[in-house]
């Protein structure tokens, strides 16, 4: 409880001194609402579902590969290891798929560790990736298992070149997949 109310506070300090703040979802407008007990008008929401801004990134059948990736940092919140747990048990029986992970971070040598120790098939780790285009070119599938998430931009990118996402579930999820047809959402 300590952790909630020091957040709490910080958040009602922030507007308490703000002129505005501005979150990236309706959804989250409210949970801070709801949060520091504050009813205001100085908080909005701006949904930005243009990642690409003037690039033309489209699906390319013909490019896609039987790749499941996931991009991001390598931090405890992201749970990149359960995603590798995962795959650990779903790669023997689709010798044909690889997981690629690109990212970096505080968890990047226990990750590394984890598929060695395990010898975990099929894992490739592209490390940090300034454009990641061509690996959401590739991917038919994007896979996202945080903790936590208001609007993942990579997300919103894999979308753009045709990955089908699989994202466990966060409050502004309802915007971005509003269909199986869509991606698929994994309640925890």
Known sequence: WKFYYQKKRKHQRMLEVSDAVVVPTPVIAEQ???????????????????PFAGLSPRYDEASKEKVILYVGRFS????VDIIIKAWEKIAPNHPEW??????DG???D?????VRERAIPRVVFHGHVKNVSPLYNRAEYIVLASD???????????MMFGCYPIVFE????RYLISSEKVGAVVSK
């Open 148 to 158: 936590c998430e208001s609007q993942p931009c990579v997300l919103l990118e894999s």
């Open 106 to 108: 505080e968890m990047r």
């Open 110 to 114: 226990s990750l590394h560790a984890l």
């Open 76 to 79: 405890p919140d992201k749970n």
């Open 170 to 173: 966060f409050p502004a999820v």
């Open 32 to 50: 801070l609402k709801r949060i520091t007990g504050v009813e205001t008008d100085k908080v909005f929401s701006i949904l930005n579902p243009m």
């Open 98 to 103: 690889v997981l690629e992970i690109a990212g």
